[in-house]
């Protein structure tokens, strides 16, 4: 082979080593984030697809959300680093965090710090607006569902909620709750009839109520909790080993910076019916944690 050959044969050798070798350190660059399942999973990947977009401009590296199946899939995917970013609700976040050493709050809405579940109940149902926590009794022996088992607002706190009263789950009709499995779920089943009456997040239903997703014939809000933590932005440790110093910080920033001043930042903070996201940190979901361990769902 002529000198000339031998050495074209020895540079694309070279090239396609190095292109070789860089490809995994390619694929660890993108940024994975993800979110639990509250919702139905069209306007999930529509809210998450906007957003992974803005971060992507803002941050300068791929970033892609990943959905997942089911709430314990997204403390599990967290975990195992399949997810570097996910939105987590309150009973999840601190599971994830438990799980993942290193792993911090970064950001929730400005509407987590107070956030409340709603009791809706079908209108065939018999069951008046509660007036006072005390009342909740009238569900005994109703048939009751709540959202995902692992669900803050869904199912945690309104179990703690009626606890507090003195309703256990297996006083409700067939000696157990239902789980819906979403909070878009929850509507239409209490809606239809399925059941007599449920448990939600009250951030879905006001928007499903504005959105026309709710028939007020058929099913209405009967009381509305008190206000406790939940929603919140969890990331891994190790990003700035793989993103370079400080981009944990830079993410939160762009987290931060998002407002309706601009067509996106109005796009995202209506999905996530929000004002803003501020900053959050790991203290303020002791209380999720302490009720988690009371309820058996943390051990």
Same mark, same amino acid.
């Given at each position: 082979m002529p000198a000339r050959e031998r050495r074209a044969v020895v540079c694309l050798g070279l090239l396609v080593s190095l292109v070789t070798t860089a490809l995994p350190t390619w694929a660890q660059q993108v940024l994975r984030i993800g979110a639990i399942?509250?919702?139905?999973?069209?306007?999930?990947?529509?809210?998450?697809?906007?957003?992974?977009?803005?971060?992507?401009s803002d941050l300068k590296v791929p970033v892609r959300y990943v959905p997942v199946s089911n709430y314990p899939a997204a403390v599990t995917a967290f975990r195992t680093?399949?997810?570097?970013?996910?939105?987590?609700?309150?009973?999840?976040g601190v599971q994830a965090r438990l799980q993942t050493p290193g792993a911090k709050v970064l950001a929730q809405r400005d509407i987590d710090a107070k956030f409340r579940s709603v009791f809706i109940a079908n209108t065939a149902s018999g069951l008046k607006p509660i007036s006072s926590q005390k009342q909740l009794t009238t569900l005994r022996g109703k048939r009751f569902?709540?959202?995902?088992?692992?669900?803050?607002?869904?199912?945690?706190?309104? &179990?703690?909620?009626?606890? =507090? *009263? /003195?309703? @256990?789950?297996? !006083?409700?009709?067939?000696g157990r709750p239902g789980f819906s499995k979403s909070h878009d779920a929850t509507?239409?089943?209490? &809606?239809?009839?399925?059941? =007599? *009456? /449920?448990? @939600?997040?009250? !951030?879905?239903?006001?928007?499903?109520?504005?959105?026309?997703?709710?028939?007020?014939s058929k099913v209405r809000v009967i009381w509305r909790t008190p206000t406790y933590v939940d929603y919140h932005w969890v990331v891994r440790p190790g990003l700035d080993q793989r993103f370079g110093k400080g981009f944990t910080t830079r993410l939160q920033k762009a987290l931060l910076s998002i407002d309706?001043?601009?067509?996106?930042?109005?796009?995202?903070l209506e999905l996530f019916a929000a004002g803003s996201f501020i900053p959050a940190k790991d203290?303020?979901?002791?209380?999720?944690?302490?009720?988690g361990r009371q309820l058996g769902k943390i051990r």
């Open positions: 399942p509250d919702q139905n999973p069209e306007r999930l990947n529509r809210l998450y697809g906007v957003l992974a977009k803005q971060l992507s680093g399949s997810l570097d970013l996910v939105w987590f609700g309150g009973l999840t569902t709540f959202g995902s088992e692992s669900s803050t607002s869904g199912r945690l706190m309104p &179990q703690y909620f009626l606890q =507090q *009263a /003195g309703v @256990l789950p297996s !006083q409700f009709a067939g509507i239409a089943l209490v &809606q239809s009839g399925s059941y =007599q *009456a /449920g448990a @939600l997040n009250e !951030q879905v239903w006001t928007s499903a109520v504005k959105e026309g997703r709710v028939d007020p309706r001043t601009t067509a996106n930042g109005k796009t995202i203290s303020q979901y002791q209380s999720i944690e302490q009720v």
